[in-house]
Nanobody, 127 residues
């Protein structure tokens, strides 16, 4: 059974930083394409960033470019989201997701592309 467990969320002031982590167990981590999504109250879940199995190709949503960085450590079965210059509109529950499929640029931002999901971690940015 594949499990994804996020951590690192919390309350931060606008302009601050947080680092989210996601630990993956139950499957060979290096075979999974990983991503972060988020969902704010009253809004649909939206794509944040993704990283392919090798870790050398990342894709970001327009609203995070230059502020967030996704990375992974295949030796530790971990994926991270470094978030800087946080804004109040970044407030959301952040979810880690994994896909067994290969890199497919046209589908990376679709939630249905991902087979496994974590339970989410709350990020609250105060203005």
């Amino acid at each position: 059974q594949v499990q994804l467990v996020e951590s690192g969320g919390g309350l931060v002031q606008a302009g601050g930083s947080l680092r989210l982590s996601c630990a993956v167990t139950g499957r060979t981590f290096s075979t999974l394409l990983m991503a972060w999504f988020r969902q704010a109250p009253g809004k649909e879940r939206e794509f944040v960033s993704s990283i392919i199995q090798r870790g050398d190709i990342t894709t970001d949503a327009d609203f995070v470019k230059g502020r967030f960085t996704i990375s992974r450590d295949n030796a530790k079965n971990m994926v991270y989201l470094e978030m800087n210059s946080l804004k109040s509109e970044d407030t959301a529950v952040y979810y880690c997701a994994g896909s067994v499929d290969s890199y497919f640029p046209g589908r990376l931002k679709e939630a249905a592309f991902y087979n496994y999901w974590g339970q989410g971690t709350q990020v609250t940015v105060s203005s």
